[in-house]
C-alpha cells in the first residue's frame, strides 16, 4: 500500500480535460513539494510537473499541477492518444526521511 | 548531455548479492543527491535510497534497510547500489536517478537494470 494515494486509472476522450488526484498527509504532501511523472509504457520515467506546479523545459502547457492542503492534482487539457501513460506522484516524507510514490494512475484516452 | 548508464544486474539466487553501478557524465556529479527506485515486473514506482551530493545523509526504504548499501564515488562520478540478502521481491528493473531540486524532483533517469531474484 502506498503512503500517497492515486485512483488506479482514469479515462477520457481526445480533446477533453481529465485530473489525476494524490493524497497524502501532514508528514509529506502537507508539507513538501509535489512532483508528477508520466511513463509510457516500455519507457523510462519522465519528470512532467515540479515543485507542485512547474514545468520543465520541453512539457506543454497542456500538462498543470497544483497543491492544497494534504492533496495534489496534475490536469491535462486537450488530451491525445499520446498521453496514455501511467501517471505518479513523489514527494519526500519528512516522518519517514523516504522518497515515496503513489501507486500510480493509467490514463486511457478512449 | 546528461547521461546515466546503469550496470550490474543479472540473475541471484535468493539470499545471494549483486552491486549495480551508475556511471555519470554531462553534469557536476558531485554537486548533485542522487537515488535508486525500482519497479518491479507489471507494478509501480518504488523509491530505494539516497545519497547526498557529499555522502553526509543516506537514506533507506524500510523495505531495503540493513540489506541494501547505497555509495558514490565523485571522483569516479559513480553511484553503487550494494544489494545483499536478496529476496525474491527484489526483482525489479532499478533506475540510478539524478534529484534536480528537492523533494524528489527527480529531472534525469537511467535507463535501468534488471535485477532478477530467483532460485
Known amino acids: 500500500q502506498s503512503v500517497l494515494t492515486q485512483p488506479p486509472s482514469v479515462s477520457a476522450a481526445p480533446g477533453q480535460k481529465v485530473t489525476i488526484s494524490c493524497s497524502g498527509s501532514?508528514?509529506?504532501?502537507?508539507?513538501?513539494?509535489v512532483s508528477w511523472y508520466q511513463q509510457v509504457p516500455g519507457t523510462v520515467p519522465k519528470l512532467l510537473i515540479y515543485?507542485?506546479?512547474k514545468r520543465p523545459s520541453g512539457i506543454p502547457d497542456r500538462f498543470s499541477g497544483s497543491k492544497s492542503g494534504t492533496s495534489a492534482t496534475l490536469g491535462i487539457t486537450g488530451l491525445q492518444t499520446a498521453d496514455e501513460a501511467d501517471y505518479y506522484c513523489?514527494?519526500?516524507?519528512?516522518?519517514?526521511?523516504?522518497?515515496?510514490f503513489g501507486g500510480g494512475t493509467k490514463l486511457t484516452v478512449l | 548531455q546528461v547521461q546515466l548508464v546503469e550496470s550490474g544486474g543479472g540473475v541471484v539466487q535468493p539470499g545471494g548479492s549483486l552491486r549495480l553501478s551508475c556511471g555519470a557524465s554531462?553534469?557536476?556529479?558531485?554537486?548533485?543527491?542522487m537515488h535508486w527506485v525500482r519497479q518491479a515486473p507489471g507494478t509501480g514506482l518504488e523509491w530505494v535510497a539516497v545519497?547526498?551530493?557529499?555522502?553526509?545523509?543516506?537514506h533507506y526504504a524500510d523495505s531495503v534497510k540493513a540489506r541494501f548499501t547505497i555509495s558514490r564515488e565523485n571522483s569516479k562520478n559513480t553511484l553503487y547500489l550494494q544489494m545483499d540478502s536478496l529476496r525474491v521481491e527484489d526483482t525489479a528493473i532499478y533506475y540510478c536517478?539524478?534529484?534536480?531540486?528537492?523533494?524528489?524532483?527527480?529531472?534525469?533517469w537511467g535507463q535501468g537494470t534488471l535485477v532478477t531474484v530467483s532460485s
Open positions: 536517478v539524478r534529484e534536480g531540486g528537492a523533494d524528489c524532483r527527480f529531472d534525469h
Open positions: 554531462g553534469f557536476n556529479f558531485n554537486t548533485f543527491a
Open positions: 545519497e547526498s551530493s557529499d555522502g553526509t545523509y543516506k
Open positions: 501532514s508528514s509529506n504532501i502537507g508539507r513538501r513539494y
Open positions: 515543485e507542485n506546479n
Open positions: 513523489a514527494t519526500w516524507d519528512g516522518s519517514l526521511s523516504a522518497g515515496v
